[in-house]
C-alpha cells in the first residue's frame, strides 16, 4: 500500500478503495452541506508506523459539532477502529491529515449518519529540519456581520465545523485574486476573527492572544489552544480577546494555525508588511509541535 | 418503473439506481460544501408523462450560480439531455421535485466538476382542486448580518445557490422547536429577508413586494419572478423593496414561495396572527400555477 497517496475508510465497511463513490445523492451532507467534520495531523515514520496528533481532542470537537447539529456521533470507540483501520492500510512517512466526516445521512432512507474519514499525504517529514519559520501572505475579508452575531442564534451554528464551507473557499479564491495566499476574516465593527481553516494568534507585549468563541462564531481551534497551553507552561500569558486590525500591524507576530500546517507566520497583510520575528516563530513552532 | 418514488441521474452515466453512491469520500461538494444546486417542480399527468415548470429559468440561475463559484456548468444542452434521461424513467402521477446539483468535483483527481439530478415525488396531484389556501405559521430568526452586508464583498456569496445550507436546515429546526413550521429571516438593522428554502412576498395597499436581491445576499427566487410577472399582467403594481418586520403584521397578506410548494400563506408569526384573505390568496397561487 506504500504507493497509495490517500486511505478511505467508511463507517460499517472498513478500508475502501479512494476512487470508489460512498455517498448517495440523498446524502443531506452533500445536498444540503448537513454534517460536520474535523481535521488532524497525522505523523508516519520510516518504518511506516502512522500516529494521530490530538485524536481525542479532535473527536471531542467533532462530538460537539454533532451535538449542535443534533446528528448521532458514532462514538469515540467506533471512530477509534476507523481511524486503526486506516492506519493499518497507511505507511506514507511524512506529514499527512486526518480528515473524519459526519453527515446526517441519507434523506429518502432511516440509514442513519453517514461517517467515513480520509488520509491524505501532505509533505515529507524533514526530521531535525531547522529552517525559516513557515510563512505566508494574507488580505483581511470581512464576514459581513458585527463581533457579537452569535449571541443568542444557535441556528447560525457558531463554533460548529459543518461541512457547508463554500464561503471558506470563495475567501481563498479572493485571496488570491488579490495575490496572497490566506485571509484573515473581519467583523463589521473593525475586529480580526479567524482565517478560512485556521485560528488566529497573535503574540503582543510579551502575551499570546487568540479571538474568543462564542459570540464571535468562530471556530475552536485543537491547535491553537495547544499552542497557548504549552506557551503558559513556559510562563507567558495568554488572553482570549477580540484584536482590533489595525493592531496587527504593530504586534509583534501574526500567525493562521492548523492541525495540518501548525503555526504560520503571516508577513504580509494587506500587502502591509507585519513584524517577523524568526526565534519567536520557532517558539511558537516549537510549541505547536512543528 | 411506476413503484420507483426517486429517480437520480449522474452525468456521464444516465439514470442510476437510487441506493448506489455517486460520490466520492474527496468530492468538494461533500467535504466543503463547495457547489451549487436548483430545484423545480414536476407536473406528471396520470399517463405518466412528466414535464418541468420553468426548467430554463432555473438552468440559467443554476449557471449564474456556477459562475459565482467558477465551476464550469456543463451547459443547457447536457442537463437537458440527463433530465429527459430522468423524465423518461419517471411515470408518478403527481407532483415532484427536480433538483439539479452541481459541485468542484474531486479533490485528488482532475474529474472535472460533479453534476447530478433527482427526482422526488412530493403529492398526488389533485386536478381542479378549489380548496382552502396552503398556510403556515412561522418565526422570525435573525441571519446576524445588517440588510447591507453583501455589498462589495463577492466572497460571502450573497445569491448564490450553493450546497451550504446548513444553517437553513438549523434554523428549519428551530421553527419546530418553537412550535412553528418555517422561518422568515430578518436582518440585524430589522428587515424581512427571505425563508431558509423559500423567497418572501407581501401584499400591502394594492401592491406586491418581494425582498431585493444583492446587498442583502438573498437568493432569486423564480417562483416569486413569475408571481409577480404575473400580477403584473393583471394590473398590480410590484415592486422590490426592503420590509420593516413590524410592518408584515399590517400586510394583507405574506407568503414564502417556493418551486416545489408555491406561494403558502403565513398565518401566525412568532405566534401573532398575520391578515389571511382567502380570494388573495387563491389570486397569488393561480399566479404562481398553483
Known amino acids: 500500500m506504500t504507493e497509495v497517496p490517500h486511505v478511505v475508510a467508511v463507517l460499517g465497511q472498513g478500508v475502501v478503495d479512494p476512487d470508489q463513490p460512498v455517498v ?13 467534520f474535523d481535521s488532524a495531523r497525522v505523523l508516519t515514520d520510516e518504518a511506516g508506523t502512522a500516529s494521530v496528533v490530538d485524536l481525542d481532542d479532535h473527536l471531542g470537537r ?31 512517512p511524512g506529514e499527512a491529515i486526518l480528515k473524519l466526516v459526519l453527515t446526517r445521512g441519507r ?38 456581520h458585527p463581533s457579537d452575531a452569535f449571541r443568542d442564534a444557535p441556528w447560525l451554528l457558531g463554533g460548529v465545523k459543518t461541512v457547508s464551507y463554500v464561503v471558506n473557499v ?6 488570491a485574486r488579490r495575490g496572497a495566499d490566506d485571509v484573515i476574516f473581519t467583523t463589521t465593527d473593525g475586529f480580526a476573527l479567524d482565517g478560512p481553516t485556521s485560528g488566529l494568534l ?25 499552542v497557548l497551553a504549552a506557551a503558559r507552561a513556559d510562563g507567558w500569558p495568554t488572553r482570549h480577546e477580540l484584536v482590533p486590525v489595525e493592531d496587527l500591524y504593530t504586534a509583534d507576530g501574526v500567525w493562521l ?17 507585519l513584524a517577523v520575528d524568526d526565534a519567536l516563530a520557532k517558539q511558537v513552532a516549537g510549541w505547536a509541535g512543528f
Open 24 to 36: 448517495t445523492a440523498d446524502d443531506l451532507g452533500l445536498t444540503r452541506g448537513d454534517g460536520c
Open 62 to 92: 467533532l462530538a460537539r459539532s454533532a451535538r449542535a447539529l443534533e446528528i448521532d456521533d458514532p462514538g469515540v470507540e467506533a471512530w477509534h477502529d476507523l481511524v486503526a483501520a486506516a492506519l493499518a492500510a497507511w505507511s506514507t
Open 107 to 144: 434523506e429518502w432512507r432511516s440509514s442513519g449518519p453517514t461517517a467515513f474519514l480520509s488520509i491524505e499525504h501532505l509533505r515529507d517529514l524533514c526530521v531535525g529540519e531547522v529552517g525559516p519559520p513557515r510563512t505566508i501572505t494574507a488580505v483581511t475579508l470581512t464576514r459581513g
Open 170 to 175: 470563495a475567501a481563498r479564491r479572493e485571496a
Open 202 to 226: 497573535v503574540a503582543r507585549d510579551g502575551a499570546l492572544l487568540t479571538t474568543p468563541t462564542g459570540d464571535t462564531g468562530i471556530l475552536e481551534s485543537v491547535t491553537v489552544e495547544a
Open 257 to 273: 494555525v492548523s492541525a495540518g500546517r501548525g503555526p504560520v507566520l503571516i508577513t504580509k497583510l494587506d500587502a502591509r508588511p
